[in-house]
């Protein structure tokens, strides 16, 4: 009898936890699963939340961890390899996270986004044609989603194809015209190839969808000789998310070009 009172606590802590998360209370939501935990260690459903609920808040460590279990518990599951190659993408453990995106695949031979998720880990690897192969997998699974055609543009670019980059992001565009990412990286392709007004183009369409994005805004001015009074704030700030990961690498390269080597007399 103890035990089923036990269970039926759990279960309602439970169901209490999904409804704060799905209002939006994370806090309320993370305690409440945590209870749970502490009556059931192995509640999947709990380890489930909190590991989502850690991932949210950059918690990566104890996002692992939840996962980790839930992957001894639950291991024919593509979910819950995905979100541990997600986690320890984050973690930098990027050997680690493509071996996680395989287990998925291993668990759903179809699973579209676990092949093309192994494609970004190549890329991140310097694995260019590794990378492009697997987004073309991804892509013959499901051809309608248009990041799957934007990974693949952006491993076609890293590959130094930029023709066959401009072919793949104008593929994402036609799956979705409304994808701005997809015309923001063409843009910046055509602009590397000389095709000014291609670029142009890209950027009006941009703001067409969207009338106050920053970085169109800024390059279109940039290309046409319009006066801004300051670049747009969103751009700046796009600017310094998209260097920052990269500062240390940065810095690093510059120091080794101007390291002074010590002589020994």
């Known amino acids: 009898?103890?035990?089923?009172?036990?269970?039926?606590?759990?279960?309602?802590?439970?169901?209490?936890?999904?409804?704060?998360?799905?209002?939006?209370?994370?806090?309320?939501?993370?305690?409440?699963?945590?209870?749970v935990l502490r009556i059931e260690p192995?509640?999947?459903?709990?380890?489930?939340?909190?590991?989502?609920?850690?991932?949210?808040?950059?918690d990566f460590e104890t996002s692992a961890a939840r996962f980790e279990l839930l992957s001894t518990l639950d291991s024919g599951n593509?979910?819950?390899?995905?979100?541990?190659?997600?986690?320890?993408?984050?973690?930098?453990?990027?050997?680690?996270?493509?071996?996680?995106?395989?287990?998925?695949?291993?668990?759903?031979?179809?699973?579209?986004?676990?092949?093309?998720?192994?494609?970004?880990?190549?890329?991140?690897?310097?694995?260019h044609a590794k990378a492009i192969a697997c987004h073309g997998e991804a892509i013959s699974l499901d051809g309608t989603n248009p990041r799957n055609h934007f990974n693949l543009a952006i491993a076609l670019y890293d590959a130094g194809d930029l023709s066959a980059a401009?072919?793949?992001?104008?593929?994402?565009?036609?799956?979705?015209g409304k994808f701005i990412p997809a015309r923001q990286g063409l843009a910046g392709v055509l602009r590397e190839l000389g095709d000014r007004e291609g670029a142009i183009a890209c950027y009006r369409d941009i703001l067409k969808i969207e009338p106050k994005h920053g970085t169109a805004i800024h390059m279109l001015a940039s290309l046409t000789g319009s006066v801004l009074a300051a670049p747009p704030v969103d751009y700046v700030s796009e600017l310094f998310d998209n260097f920052a990961p990269r500062f240390d690498d940065h810095m690093q390269a510059r120091l080794r070009d101007t390291a002074v080597v010590p002589r020994l007399d």
């Open 1 to 35: 009898m103890k035990k089923f009172w036990h269970s039926f606590k759990a279960r309602v802590a439970y169901n209490d936890a999904l409804n704060h998360y799905n209002l939006g209370q994370a806090q309320k939501a993370r305690d409440l699963a945590e209870a």
């Open 42 to 58: 192995n509640h999947t459903g709990a380890l489930w939340l909190t590991g989502t609920l850690a991932f949210e808040s950059r």
């Open 78 to 127: 593509a979910e819950v390899w995905l979100w541990l190659g997600n986690i320890r993408r984050e973690l930098g453990a990027l050997d680690e996270s493509a071996e996680a995106y395989r287990r998925a695949v291993e668990c759903d031979r179809r699973h579209a986004q676990a092949h093309g998720n192994i494609g970004v880990v190549m890329s991140d690897l310097g694995n």
């Open 166 to 176: 401009v072919d793949a992001y104008r593929a994402a565009i036609a799956v979705d």
